[in-house]
């Protein structure tokens, strides 16, 4: 399974030329799974009022699918308006159409009620589940999905924060990370976003973590930039959970187009969960440079 995660700058992503490329970059690299930072359309609200003027339904995404791969899913993090309540959702497409949609439970954002999770989907042939940024700093979230099978999980962060909560919770976040994975044995893969502005640092905080905790694909700093690994998994049987997906678990990484010299390295294996292939961080063609845990932004 090969992944990829784009981390926009802290004002998300909008469809247009840079959104265009890095779509385009991950047909040409045979991407299974786009993961994006949570708010990617439309960024963070800051107030209630904001998380209004950006709510959106799910089906509003289809357009960002319009220049995708027929066989790319991609998760998208944005606010929905569900009618009666605005919430921290993540959308996952295929196709042109919505599959599911994830909310946030321990919603903390202005104006955004507590939502009711993620289901398990799966996406070739791998089941995963969504844990929305500070759900992630609690076993709950990530554990019940793991009880139901999930074996990847995907975390859409947004750590627009200020300065000095930057700097106090980049460690906390990394630590979250790591200890989801291991509590689980699920592969983690998180997706946030970067940039500066005066007084505010996103932490940038995209990273991918093994079953064990190890961390096998550290961030960048870079707003822009794109993360594509290759996750094989040996073990993990070969019966979907649901719906029709490319790929085999098991397939040969021989097989897969490569990303270029010196970029993808092979790595030991977990010994209960399979192998992985060492990804990096790119910029797609023609793309603009552009916490986790419970703490006041």
């Known amino acids: 399974m090969r992944v990829a995660i784009y981390q926009p700058d802290v004002s998300g992503i909008k469809v247009g030329r840079v959104w265009t490329s890095m779509l385009l970059t991950c047909a040409r690299q045979d991407v299974d799974l786009l993961v994006t930072a949570e708010f990617a359309v439309g960024g963070l609200p800051h107030t209630g009022v904001a998380a209004a003027e950006r709510a959106i339904v799910a089906n509003d995404l289809t357009n960002y699918t319009a220049d995708a791969s027929p066989d790319l899913t991609i998760v998208i993090g944005f606010t929905e308006n569900a009618k009666t309540d605005l919430h921290s959702s993540a959308a996952v497409l295929r196709s042109g159409r919505v599959i599911t949609v994830a909310r946030k439970i321990h919603a903390r954002e202005p104006g955004i009620t507590a939502g009711d999770g993620s289901p398990v989907f799966t996406v070739a042939g791998i ?4 844990v929305i940024c ?10 019940r999905l793991a009880a139901s099978g999930a074996k990847l999980l995907l975390c859409p962060l947004n750590n627009d924060m200020s300065t000095s909560n930057a700097t106090r919770w980049r460690e906390p976040t990394d630590n979250a990370l790591a200890e989801r994975a291991r509590e689980t044995e699920c592969w983690v893969v998180s997706a946030d976003v970067a940039g500066r502005s005066p007084g505010r640092h ?35 049987g070969s019966t979907p959970l649901g719906g029709e997906h490319r790929g085999s678990p098991g397939r040969s990484p021989q097989t897969r187009r490569g990303l270029g010299e010196g970029a993808v390295h092979d790595v030991q294996p977990h010994p209960a969960q399979g192998r992985m ?7 797609p063609d023609d793309a603009e440079a552009q916490p986790l845990v419970e703490r006041d932004r």
């Open 127 to 130: 089941p995963c589940g969504i």
């Open 202 to 236: 996103a932490l940038a905080a995209s990273r991918i973590y093994q079953p064990d905790g190890q961390l096998v694909c550290p961030g960048s700093s870079e707003p822009g930039a794109l993360l594509v690994h290759d996750i094989t998994p040996v073990n993990w």
């Open 134 to 143: 500070a759900d992630a700093t609690r076993t709950a979230p990530a554990s």
């Open 277 to 283: 292939r060492k990804g990096t961080w790119h910029r």
